[in-house]
Nanobody, 123 residues
Framework: QLQLVGSGGGLVQAGGSLRLSCAAS????????MGWFRQAPGKEREFVAA????????YYADSVKGRFTISRDSAKKTSYLQMNSLKPEDTAVYYC????????????????WGQGTQVTVSS
């Protein structure tokens, strides 16, 4: 079992930065790939970024590539999403998730989800 608690959202102006955190409880954090997804009002949940269990490989949606960076700290059992050069279209609720199937862009591949944290980017 794994419990995830996301934090770090807020209101920021376009061009600004935020860092989201996802703290995990459980002894096997390192065996799970971690992902970040987002959901804007009236839209489906979409993939943002993922990182493998060992942290050696990362994957990004085209819309955030070059602006967002996913990372993980096994000692702290925490995954991070550093978001730079934020745009109004990045406004959404951001969710962290964990999967034992390997890093994936698919929502259905993830077994555990955090509660979501709101990110609002003003123009």
């Amino acid at each position: 079992q794994l419990q995830l608690v996301g934090s770090g959202g807020g209101l920021v102006q376009a061009g600004g930065s935020l860092r989201l955190s996802c703290a995990a409880s459980g002894r096997t954090f390192g065996t799970y790939a971690m992902g970040w997804f987002r959901q804007a009002p009236g839209k489906e949940r979409e993939f943002v970024a993922a990182i493998t269990g060992g942290g050696g490989s990362t994957y990004y949606a085209d819309s955030v590539k070059g602006r967002f960076t996913i990372s993980r700290d096994s000692a702290k059992k925490t995954s991070y999403l550093q978001m730079n050069s934020l745009k109004p279209e990045d406004t959404a609720v951001y969710y962290c998730a964990a999967t034992y199937r390997g890093a994936s862009m698919l929502v259905n591949e993830y077994n555990y989800w955090g509660q979501g944290t709101q990110v609002t980017v003003s123009s």
